[in-house]
């Protein structure tokens, strides 16, 4: 069993900066790829960004391209998002997963509980 705690969420302005986190513990995560999903009220979650586990490989969805970037520690077991130049419509809950594999449209096998992201205009 893995469990992921996510933190780093909170309130910001339009244009504003926030960085995520997933701490992850109960096993090591530095061989699996890991996710961020994100989900808006009445939305269904999409998958945000994925880091492969040696961070050659990442994705992520067109919305995000150019402001938000993913990078992981895995000698911190940790996974981070840095988001950038936010936007009103990045407001929503945001989850980190972790994956077997490298697939970033496909299964997850574990999840965090969430943090809220809400982008004031």
């Known amino acids: 069993q893995v469990q992921l705690v996510e933190s780093g969420g909170g309130l910001v302005q339009a244009g504003g900066s926030l960085r995520l986190s997933c701490a992850a513990s109960?096993?090591?995560?530095?061989?699996?790829?890991m996710g961020w999903f994100r989900q808006a009220p009445g939305k269904e979650r999409e998958v945000v960004a994925a880091?492969?586990?040696?961070?050659?490989?990442?994705y992520y969805t067109d919305s995000v391209k150019g402001r938000f970037t993913i990078s992981r520690d895995n000698a911190k077991n940790t996974v981070f998002l840095q988001m950038n130049s936010l936007k009103p419509e990045d407001t929503a809950v945001y989850y980190c997963?972790?994956?077997?594999?490298?697939?970033?449209?496909?299964?997850?096998?574990?999840w965090g509980q969430g943090t809220q992201v809400t982008v004031s205009s």
């Open positions: 880091i492969n586990w040696s961070s050659a490989n990442t």
């Open positions: 109960g096993r090591t995560i530095a061989s699996y790829a």
């Open positions: 997963a972790l994956q077997y594999g490298y697939k970033p449209l496909g299964e997850y096998a574990y």
